[in-house]
Nanobody, 116 residues
Framework: QVQLVESGGGLVQPGGSLRLSCAAS????????MNWYRQAPGKERELVGF????????NYSDSVKGRFAISRDNAKNTVYLQMNNLQPEDTAVYYCNAVWFTNNYWGQGIQVTVSS
């Protein structure tokens, strides 16, 4: 059974940091490009960034570039999203997503709230 389980979300003050984790099971994790998306209330889901399966290179949306970092540990079947200098506009439900050809798996999402 394929599972992607996010953890590490919560409430943080502006300027703070959080690290999200996404634990994968039920598929060959190392084959998959791993994406992080987010969806704020009333807005469409947007791609935050991704990490490739080959060389672990990363790419980020302009809104988070320089503040967020994605990494992966293939031995632990886990992808991470390190979020620094969080701002209220980062408040959203964050989702991890695994893609390999036509295979496309999603986690259930985790809430991140940035507020003083």
């Amino acid at each position: 059974q394929v599972q992607l389980v996010e953890s590490g979300g919560g409430l943080v003050q502006p300027g703070g940091s959080l690290r999200l984790s996404c634990a994968a099971s039920g598929f060959t994790f190392s084959r998959y490009r791993m994406n992080w998306y987010r969806q704020a209330p009333g807005k469409e889901r947007e791609l935050v960034g991704f990490i490739t399966r080959f060389d672990g290179s990363t790419n980020y949306s302009d809104s988070v570039k320089g503040r967020f970092a994605i990494s992966r540990d293939n031995a632990k079947n886990t992808v991470y999203l390190q979020m620094n200098n969080l701002q209220p506009e980062d408040t959203a439900v964050y989702y991890c997503n695994a893609v390999w050809f036509t295979n496309n798996y999603w986690g259930q999402g985790i809430q991140v709230t940035v507020s003083s």
